[in-house]
């Protein structure tokens, strides 16, 4: 018969015994999961310094025909076709080109010439829309040389519209007194010659851009905002004229997180990893919770009526707690007469301009 010592003695060995077992397989699994990562990483490299160039450079689109960006939830997930963007952007581009062609041509034909200016903003309206399409057009980036034709864009259009400001507020300065000093010398009367004050400056504008010399014309900021507006336009037009319009483009590059540790990614050691196409943290962002409808509508309709409502306020206030005088009032300024046709119009506006 077996003793209850014996029974102690065997649960002690059977317990030796499992310990044993459990340090062989705990050792000897580490060893192999240690090998099998060794491995993995080896492959890793391998793959990485045979394919990471292409990856950077020209990844292949999961999706080639649509614009591939992090979307916020696969419900959500709206796909833009590019290439009709593509075509949008091109159309915008070619408005810009003929934008700088109308400014040019208006500037030299005195008959449309009040049209200067209207061809001016609009190249500022198509600039905006050309850059806001592209955005949804990237592939691979643009060349150096490309991103600095686009620097003097940008600077020829932001300093050519600051010096034609400072040349206006010049001419208007020099017009007002001028008129002035006349109208002290030969009294209001004098007025009564060009039919309101307003054509009168207008005139004065006139005579001062006629009576300037050959060296205040070339050293002034006219010639300054002329010589940067067609040093924008130049550089926005030769990129026009060699862009294909064809039917087949597509998108064909996907991202790729940098291997590099961020707050969003940490990839220094992790091999290059895509960009995943539904955001893993959509709950965090405001309009998972209004949805894009609602969101559309709040950053819409939103400051739009809000602006409003604080109008009314501001109006309120001012009304009836400041010293603005209410309509009917005897302190109440009579509206100023509109002008009774479009050709008057066109013609101080071009004088304007001079």
């Not at 959500?76 to 076709?81: C, F, N, P, S």
């Not at 519209?161 to 000093?181: E, F, K």
């Not at 005897?330 to 304007?352: M, N, Q, T, Y």
Request: contains cysteine.
């Amino acid at each position: 018969m077996i003793g209850g010592d014996d029974i102690e003695l065997r649960k002690e060995q059977v317990e030796k015994i499992e310990l044993i077992l459990s340090r062989i397989i705990h050792k000897e699994l580490s060893t192999m999961v240690a090998r099998l990562n060794a491995l993995f990483q080896q492959i890793d490299k391998a793959f990485e310094s045979k394919f990471a160039d292409a990856i950077r450079d020209e990844a292949i689109s999961l999706e080639p025909d649509y614009a591939i960006g992090r979307a916020s939830h696969s419900n959500e997930m709206a796909k833009i076709k590019r290439g009709d963007v593509y075509y949008i952007h091109v159309a915008f581009a070619y408005l810009v080109m003929l934008a700088g062609f109308g400014c040019l041509f208006s500037r030299v034909i005195k008959p449309i010439m009040w049209m200067h200016v209207w061809f001016g903003r609009f190249y500022w309206i198509f600039m905006l829309w050309t850059t806001a399409t592209s955005l949804l057009i990237h592939n691979t980036g643009l060349p150096l040389a490309v991103l600095i034709s686009f620097i003097f864009v940008g600077c020829g259009m932001t300093f050519g519209w600051l010096a034609i400001n400072v040349h206006q507020i010049q001419m208007t300065r020099n017009a007002t007194a001028h008129v002035q000093d006349q109208i002290k010398a030969e009294g209001a009367e004098v007025i009564a010659k060009f039919g309101t004050l307003e054509r009168m400056i207008m005139a004065e504008k006139g005579k001062i851009a006629m009576g300037k010399s050959f060296r205040e014309r070339i050293v002034s900021f006219k010639a300054l905002h002329g010589a940067l507006m067609i040093t924008s336009w130049i550089n926005i037009i030769g990129r026009i004229f060699v862009t294909p319009l064809v039917n087949d483009f597509s998108c064909h590059t996907y991202p790729y997180y940098k291997q590099i540790d961020t707050k969003h990614f940490a990839g220094a050691s992790a091999p290059l990893t895509a960009v995943p196409e539904l955001d893993p943290m959509y709950a965090r962002l405001p309009w998972s919770k209004t949805g894009m409808p609602g969101w559309g509508a709040a950053l819409s309709l939103g400051p739009f009526l809000g602006s409003f409502l604080v109008g009314v306020v501001y109006v309120v206030v001012q009304q009836y707690l400041g010293n603005v005088p209410k309509a009917g009032s005897s302190r109440a300024v009579a509206p100023v007469e509109p002008r009774s046709s479009i050709a008057k119009e066109k013609l101080l506006e071009g004088a304007g301009q001079t």
